[in-house]
């Protein structure tokens, strides 16, 4: 019962995200001198990020494919929570695009902290669902059986998911606060 809840609720999450960045967006291209919502200070800016080249890696708006791709673990926890069964070969392609979501967000994230200079609140809330979410789908999945047999594995990976997704937390935290040390004192 976790497991669909979790989806379900961090999907929306990401998706509010997403939906919100996406605006922001529209907002900027009708009128490229505005600021936006999130342009909090010189190192908290969405208008910065998503002005950047990696902000449309595959030549549109990345909070577009945010928009698609996380009603994916909604409709899976919605079909779960109404007595779905899925096969394999769908667990092992929905931990696919979790993994692939996880490894777009670490992309995401360098790129931000280290070549732009700048994060980017809404992107960091979808970073926030997409952790959990990628943690709680491999532990499941491998714990299902569907990775080969792995059940301890699996068992770990799923019962822990909430310690690697804060050990996540934590280290893009602390990588944060290193690299945009001399700006926290503008925040005050």
Known sequence: MLFPIALISLGVMGWIASFGLTLERLHVAANPLA?????ISPFLSCKSVMLSEQAALLGFPNPLIGLAAFFAPVVVGMAMLAGAKFAPWFWRLFLAGHAGAFVFVIWLFTQSAYVIGSLCIYCMVAWTATIPL???TLGRTLNDGHLGNRPKL??????WSWVLALMT?????????????????TLF
């Open 134 to 136: 990628f943690w709680m």
């Open 169 to 185: 937390y934590l280290i893009i935290a602390v990588l944060i606060l290193v690299q945009f040390w001399e700006f926290w004192p």
């Open 35 to 39: 600021s936006t919502s999130c342009d």
């Open 154 to 159: 699996g068992e770990f990976v799923y019962s």
